[in-house]
């Protein structure tokens, strides 16, 4: 009796993680073996029978594939234009969301829209916006004087991917939003009570006591958005399909067409992985901090 | 921050900004709206204004591309996720939150690293997996990988609401006769009965407005909301009216319910991130 109830106590957790666990198992990290055991073979789907292992050929095909090479660079600017967009105007947001003021809860409410809608949705009403006869985009412009014609911002291989992008911000600014307002709200008052005694303006306040007290919720949303942005195919699939051209390649998206117009499933499987092992250097920054988290 | 401004200067500092934004936000959705509301014809002429307002493209939406199949089958992909991924997860956010065993941490962060794949990483031999099973275009499909991503969402949310909740109060029940799994089911669930609705509604959002598994594993037999839009948009290229149309209904339960629980939905969402 006495050996057995601390036996059963021990097992318990682990018998009410393993529902969850076992699942995951097979719906997650098999899969993924899979994909990887996919890219060290030839596996085009309309030949079925044949699966020649091929060991790191599709590797060795993607360096030298110019697409590949165009597909990355794209990713680089994707990440890197977006991200930082999105960040600034989350933090001009949330900064005028952490004021006072009578109609603060309708407008918290209603910065969140973005966030809720399908992407296939955001797709259509920005592919709408962006219309080359008769999008309000180059009617507003053209209205302005600003343009002397339209523009077919989609279709111009020049601006394609920047008014993706656009698209894209507009998507993901409430996250950052939201995520740094929780932040600015944990900081006490009290400290810009003091800095205000001190006799600190508005600017040396954000840099000293605003900046420092959200750092952390930064650096958290910052790495948890360039792992979501870097994944997001879905808005761009919709919108170009990654035309015109290879204008707006992504590397997943390369790897998702790859396996689904080409139905070239090692190839594709190969350029996931490929993709999946550069992004892990920001997973793994990220599951370091939120291991910290964890550990109590 | 208590000190009073100048209301001159509120207003270009505060009042205006904040409607500029909320503007960005919200403008393109309502334009959205403002073109499915405008008759087809007038939207190559005088472009779209709610002048003459009409229903005629909601109407030809549900008449002519039949949208109501749609709709259920959206519906029973993400109620089958919701179902899938709660039941799963419940009993292992019990554990992380009241157990600290061997491998505690690395299973923790296991969950999370799940949501952190790259969707096509999974998507490619998901596909071929489900090929092999013959379960390829079911709705069954559709609910396993929308799990993929609410399993590990629901064990993280649902892990914060059951920390919040005070040891003592099971451990009471516990004195009084209940066992473990008694006290789960009898104190915590009705306790954080709150979470597990956001937690769930947030699950449904999601899988309704989930698109490339809807469209790589449901072929055409299973054919959600999301898919149905984009076959629209391929289909009547011009027809912005019809496509807007589109646009509004499929997002409108997910628009509806996010209203609903955004508060209580993002206090979750952010609690891990203010504490890391």
Known sequence: ?296 | MIRSRPPALRLLTLHLPMLLIVAFALGPWLWMLVTSLTPQEQLFTTGPSLADATAANYERLFRTVGFGRNLVDSAIVAGGTVIVGLTLSVTAAYAFSRFRFPGRRLLMLQFLLINMFPIVLLILPLFVLMRTLGILNTHVALIVANATVAIPFAIWMMTSYINAIPTELEEAAMTDGCTRLGALVRVILPLCAPGIVATGIYIFITAWNEYLYALTLGGNNVRPITVAIQTLIGEYQVQWGLLTAGGIVGALPATVLFLIVQKRLISGLTQGAVKG
């Open chain 1, 1 to 296: 009796m006495s050996r057995s109830a601390p036996l059963a106590a021990r097992v318990l957790p682990y018998a009410l993680l393993s529902p969850a666990v076992v699942v995951t198992l097979a719906i997650v990290f098999f899969p993924m073996l899979q994909a990887a055991w996919m890219s060290l073979h030839e596996l085009i789907l309309f030949r079925p029978n044949v699966m020649p292992f091929v060991w790191l050929d599709n590797f060795a095909a993607a360096f030298s594939d110019e697409v590949f090479w165009i597909s990355l660079r794209h990713t680089g600017i994707w990440i890197g234009l977006t991200v930082p967009l999105q960040l600034l105007l989350g933090l001009a947001t949330a900064l005028l969301l952490n004021r006072p003021f009578w109609w603060r809860p309708l407008a918290r409410a209603l910065i969140i829209i973005p966030w809720a809608l399908p992407s296939v949705v955001i797709a259509l009403m920005w592919s709408w916006i962006y219309d080359s006869n008769y999008g309000a985009l180059n009617d507003f412009l053209l209205r302005m004087d600003i343009l002397q014609r339209s523009v077919p911002w989609l279709a111009d291989p020049d601006t394609a991917l920047y008014a993706i992008i656009l698209t894209l911000t507009w998507q993901g600014f409430p996250f950052f939003a939201v995520m740094i307002l929780a932040g600015l709200q944990a900081i006490p008052e009290s400290y810009y009570e003091a800095a205000a005694i001190d006799g600190a303006g508005p600017w040396r306040q954000f840099w000293h006591i605003t900046l420092p007290g959200i750092a952390g919720v930064l650096v958290t949303a910052i790495l948890l958005r360039v792992i979501w942005v870097a994944n997001s195919i879905d808005v761009i699939f919709v919108m170009t399909g990654g035309g015109p051209g290879y204008a707006t390649y992504t590397l997943p998206l390369y790897a998702f067409l790859k396996a689904r117009t080409n139905l070239d499933y090692g190839y594709g499987s190969a350029l996931a992985v490929l993709f999946t092992v550069m992004l892990m250097a920001v997973v793994v920054l990220y599951l370091r901090r939120t291991a910290r988290a964890v550990a109590q």
